[in-house]
């Protein structure tokens, strides 16, 4: 298992950008498929992106041309960008480790990790 903590939070204006990062510590991070979810206030929490231990992206149709996942492997990081950000992205971010190791799903869900970082809150002003 890994442990998660997550940066790089904050106050934004709308149309400026950000990047989160993620360290994580434990063994074997290369491993692991790595994500990022989002809770916005009184709302679930949702898929953000997701980068395999094959270092291939996932997206959803509403991040893909905003959001971009990367990892470094010598880090143990993994990074969120996100540009334009519009006051809808206002929420805490959380990185997640998978549950699995080399897993080669094609859709990724909560129940797919297992290790959760504490969370790291942006708020976007107009």
């Known amino acids: 298992q890994v442990q998660l903590v997550e940066s790089g939070g904050g106050l934004v204006q709308a149309g400026g950008s950000l990047r989160l990062s993620c360290a994580a510590s434990g063994r074997a991070f290369s491993s692991y498929a790595m994500a990022w979810f989002r809770q916005a206030p009184g709302k679930e929490r949702e898929f953000v992106a997701a980068?395999?231990?094959?270092?291939?992206?996932f997206y959803t149709d509403s991040t893909k041309d905003r959001f971009t996942i990367s990892r470094d492997n010598v880090e143990n990081t993994v990074y969120l960008q996100v540009s334009f950000l519009k006051p809808e992205d206002t929420a805490v971010y959380y990185c997640?480790?998978?549950?699995?190791?080399?897993?080669?799903?094609?859709?990724?869900?909560?129940?797919?990790?297992?290790?959760w970082g504490q969370g790291t809150q942006v708020t976007v002003s107009t």
């Open positions: 980068i395999s231990w094959r270092v291939q992206p």
């Open positions: 997640a480790a998978s549950r699995e190791l080399y897993y080669d799903g094609t859709h990724y869900s909560e129940p797919d990790f297992a290790c």
